[in-house]
């Protein structure tokens, strides 16, 4: 296969095997490739108004450029990278034409800006997969919002809470990964385009024109940052660790939550998964890959990072290595989040076994101990009479109620000690009580709706 090259006008030589097996990109920048022609387009649009191509060759341009978009980038190419393929293409149909594409434009400023464009329908993509899953979980918060499950902390059960309250904790990360996003989307909506090499360029191109043409909201302020800043994707690489360490969470708590042990939820067979030789077996692997995967984000978060830091300006090819983990952690996130909008969608409550765990004695001695001190015992005592009384029943192998009043502990003290009544009376803002979940809950929803109605 030829290769055609951007460069080598002053070599003895051509680039070596070994060198272009290690320098290579075109393996997975072509991932930019539409990206790469839309930024042409909008190029040569400014190379017809600053007088370096006539109407006529930008039409020519355009038409070919459009074409090589149509037909797609294959899976190999002899080419070094994603924009040399292109110009490439752009040779064999238009000829010479073809070489004024690159005139005051580097593949700095252009390969900064074809991830710019990437990141942001990344971003966009995110968001909504995003809201579509805050949906599933608050509409279904909705409807168990009085539904008793135990509580936990350290793992141990704590106090009652209801299913509607557990998932809408999930919901406000949600939320808040949303607008982390949009704000991301916000600061990195800039065009490096003209920005040149690393100095801009001598072109009287009219930068502000270019960024709102390729759809950004200004041009980039400075060149030397413009070619060599990465903050967006490392926003979007920390926004999407972030939300996958939320959803690994959430991955947990289901996966115990379906555990023989607990039984609280069921998956339907379409999410669940088998094993090879134990007949019964009923998995949770989409949520052991959801954990995992948050790991890996991390970790591909971390690598980044690392490769930003000390980099002298402008442009380093070290920046060549930013794209691998915004794809790869944008593969998995496309494909984890509308299996997790399903299984939220689709999962099964035990709402009877859920709500014996919640109504032991145990999940209600802090009410006991409220109800001691709602009676003017300072709290301390009462948890102290409360955590007594329990160790006696529980060493008598009888309930507080069967123990009845003494030790501190009056008939009233009892009469209260319902799971509905623990529920109902946390009620302060935030707080577990079915009324303050169904007002979260529809809060929650119109939120989301307008987070959806502000993208479109
Ligand atoms: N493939 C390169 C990258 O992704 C394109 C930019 C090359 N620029 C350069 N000065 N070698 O970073």
New binding site residues.
């Given amino acids: 296969m030829t290769r055609h090259q951007l ?1 080598g006008g002053g070599f003895s030589e051509g680039p070596s095997e070994v060198l272009r097996a290690f320098n290579d ?1 075109y393996s997975f ?1 072509r991932e ?1 490739f539409a990206e790469d022609v839309a930024g042409s387009l909008a190029w040569i649009e400014s190379l017809r108004e600053c007088g370096v191509l006539t109407a006529r060759e930008q039409k020519e341009l355009t038409r070919h450029l459009s074409a090589i978009a149509a037909e797609g980038a294959p899976a190999v190419a002899s080419e ?4 040399s393929f292109v110009e490439a293409r752009l040779f064999e149909r238009a000829g010479p034409l073809a070489g004024k594409l690159h005139t005051g434009r ?3 400023d ?2 900064a800006t074809d ?1 710019r464009l990437y990141l942001r329908g990344a971003l966009d993509e995110l968001l909504s997969d995003i809201l579509s899953l805050a949906e599933a979980m608050a509409s279904r918060a909705r409807a168990e919002a009085a539904t008793p499950m135990p509580g936990y902390t350290h793992l141990k059960r704590a106090e009652p809470v209801t299913a509607g309250h557990w998932l809408l904790a999930y919901v406000q990360m949600l939320l808040r990964d949303a607008s982390r996003i949009d704000g991301a989307r916000e600061r990195g909506n800039e065009c490096p385009l003209g920005a040149g ?1 690393l100095s801009g360029t001598p072109l009287a191109i009219d930068r502000e024109g270019l960024a709102r043409r390729l759809g950004f909201a200004r041009a980039s302020a400075n060149s030397l940052d413009a070619v060599s800043d990465r903050d967006l994707a490392a926003d979007y690489l920390y926004s999407a660790t972030l939300l996958l360490v939320h959803l690994s969470r959430f991955a947990e708590d289901v996966i115990f939550f379906v555990t023989d042990e607990c039984g609280f939820i069921r998956l339907p067979d379409a999410l669940a998964t088998g094993s090879s030789r134990m007949p019964h077996k009923k998995n949770p692997d989409l949520l052991e890959l959801v954990r995992g995967h948050a790991g890996r984000a991390l970790g591909d978060l971390t690598g980044f990072v690392a490769i930003l830091k000390g980099l002298p300006l402008a ?1 380093d ?1 070290d ?5 691998e983990p915004v794809f790869r952690v944008r593969r998995t996130l496309r494909a984890a989040l509308p299996a997790l909008s399903a299984l939220v969608a689709t999962l099964e409550f035990d709402r009877d076994r859920m709500r014996a765990a919640a109504s032991t004695d145990r999940m209600l001695t802090t009410s006991l101990a409220d109800a001691i001190a709602a009676r003017g015992v300072p709290f301390r005592e009462a948890h102290e009479i409360a955590g007594r009384r329990l160790a006696e029943a529980e060493k008598a192998g009888r309930t507080l109620k069967e123990m009845g009043p003494g030790e501190g502990v009056l008939a009233e003290d009892l009469a209260s000690l319902t799971v509905e009544r623990a529920l109902s009376v946390r009620r302060s803002r935030g707080g577990t009580a079915p009324s303050e979940v169904k007002k979260a809950a529809r809060g929650a929803l119109s939120e989301i709706a307008k987070l959806r109605r502000k993208k479109s």
Avoid: C, P
Wanted: aromatic residues 14%; hydrophobic residues 35%.
């Fill in positions: 460069w990109s920048d930019l070094e990278d994603v924009h580097s593949r700095n252009q390969v991830f090499a442009y090819k920046l060549q290595l930013d794209k």
